[in-house]
């Protein structure tokens, strides 16, 4: 097992920006890049990892297909499966249909959001034994592959939404952890920071 250390923002912002390059062909690196993103997947577990994340700039994603049930509840099926590998993958077709729901990031902790994604996406990949696939994903797993396709780009989902719609998971006087609005602990943090007038002035 080759659980990988998970790149984040606050100290490679710049990485996790920077475009991932085509595999060329499918060596025994790539098919360990593989079992990396998979197994690093598994350890946290997420549902889904790009390369890039763990420092690889390649086009190689991990994603846990059929994960959550259109229920919203998580499939014990698809908590026990091996998350798939995508390799170079393309989109071939997207909806104009987009659906506003939850989004988050293993490399931006602490933090999550809603964007606008398109409800289906169809793609085409290869694995990591070089089998060429297509297939149209909706609801929630084309939520996740577009979420990885977008670190492919470079692309991070705090780029996807207005700061209004961008929460800070903060933990109250109970010790339990709650999302609060960006802005409003951006507001708090600017009261206790601003100089108090003394009482003589």
């Known amino acids: 097992m080759a659980v990988k250390k998970i790149l984040t923002i606050n100290r490679h912002e710049k990485l996790l920006r920077t475009k991932s390059e085509p595999v060329k062909k499918i060596t025994k690196q790539v098919k360990q890049l593989a079992e990396d993103i998979r197994d690093t997947i598994m350890a946290n577990p997420a549902v889904g990892l790009a390369a890039v994340q763990i420092g690889v700039l390649q086009r190689v994603f991990g994603a ?16 026990q499966a091996l998350p798939q590998i995508f390799i170079n993958p393309e989109i071939v077709s997207i909806s104009q249909e987009t659906e506003r729901d939850y989004d988050a990031c293993m ?4 933090m999550m959001g809603y964007t606008q994604r398109a409800k289906r996406v169809t793609m085409r990949w290869l694995d990591e034994h070089g089998v060429r696939h297509e297939r149209e994903f909706s609801g929630w797993d084309a939520r996740v592959l577009l979420h990885e396709y977008d ?9 996807r939404l207005p700061l209004e719609d961008l929460y800070v998971y903060v933990r109250g006087e109970d010790g339990k952890t709650r999302p609060v609005p960006y802005l409003e602990v951006m507001r708090q943090a600017e009261v206790k920071a601003a100089p108090k007038l003394s009482d003589d002035m």
């Open 107 to 110: 490399s931006i902790p602490g």
């Open 151 to 159: 670190h492919l780009e470079g692309v991070l989902f705090l780029d």
């Open 64 to 79: 846990r297909i059929g994960y959550y049930t259109p229920e919203g509840e998580v499939s014990e099926q698809a908590e």
